[in-house]
């Protein structure tokens, strides 16, 4: 074991399982011809977890594969661990979901790219389902950073039917309106901000689109997540938690070293 991999996000003895976009899984049992499978302990783990609420574009369509999204570009330039609740075709701001996002347990900062999947519901039921979902959200996590990503330009944005650019508009001045009161709005133009990003259907990055938008994103999120002290170790909280973050590097160390001596 190269003990360096220690200063990742994830621990080497951790191994992690990514769902493609298109595929139905269904789990059966988790095995390991030499060693004992158990959930990993939290020092194996990156301390900060990010929800990523939004479109198929979030969920990483037309990336070769779905850790190349530009969510997992920029969790991996901040070294966090993101959870992709990317929704091809669905990301609807229903009640139901956005019930589950406001859960306080689940995460330490939150991303909702929303509007894409929406253009075709009335401009009222957006503002609707939109207020319910960030208020809720805001409600239950008061003092966490939540950030509200608005559409991405894409062929409705910049098209010839009126009807979409003008839903396009209106959506992003609405979203707008939520920045401040503990909700950071993120312009999406500034994250794909070059149309070659665009794959063939001019809706969904490509792979570089993908990689040029984790950067940006991952450039504004440290700006505003002041937690975030270097992207090239594990993520800490204050500078209180330095101690315990050493203690639980010192850990995992142990374990390679283990490892390693076998």
């Excluded at 594969?65 to 991996?76: E, F, L, N, Q, W």
Aim: hydrophobic share 35%; glycine share 6%; proline share 4%.
């Amino acid at each position: 074991v190269d003990l360096s991999l220690i200063k990742k996000r994830f621990s080497p003895l951790v191994y992690r399982v990514f769902i493609s976009c298109s595929c139905e899984c269904v789990f059966f049992e988790a095995s390991d011809a030499i060693n004992s499978v158990r959930p990993p302990k939290a020092e194996h783990l990156p301390y900060v977890r990010w929800f990523a609420y939004g479109s198929s574009i979030t969920q990483g369509i037309w990336s070769i594969v779905s850790c190349d999204s530009y969510i997992h570009h920029a969790a991996k330039r901040l070294g966090v661990d993101v959870f992709c609740k990317g929704m091809s075709g669905t990301c609807f701001c229903e009640n139901e979901m956005m019930d589950y996002l406001a859960k306080p347990d689940n995460w330490d900062f939150i991303t909702m790219e929303i509007g894409v999947n929406m253009y075709e519901m009335p401009l009222e039921e957006f503002k609707d389902r939109v207020s319910y979902g960030i208020e809720k959200v805001c409600s239950e996590n008061k003092g966490k950073p939540i950030f509200v990503i608005t559409p991405f330009p894409n062929i409705f944005s910049f098209g010839n039917d009126e009807k979409f650019r003008s839903k396009h508009c209106e959506f992003t001045e609405f979203l707008l309106r939520f920045n401040g009161s503990g909700v950071k709005v993120i312009d999406g133009a500034k994250i794909l901000d070059d149309y070659t990003y665009l794959s063939h259907d001019l809706l969904h990055p490509t792979d570089y689109g993908h990689m040029c938008m984790g950067e940006n994103l991952a450039a504004v999120l440290r700006k505003e997540l002041e937690y975030i002290k270097d992207s090239s170790v594990r993520v800490v909280f204050l500078e209180s938690d330095l101690a315990k973050k050493a203690d639980k590097e010192k850990l995992v160390l142990g374990e390679c070293e283990k490892i390693q001596s076998k």
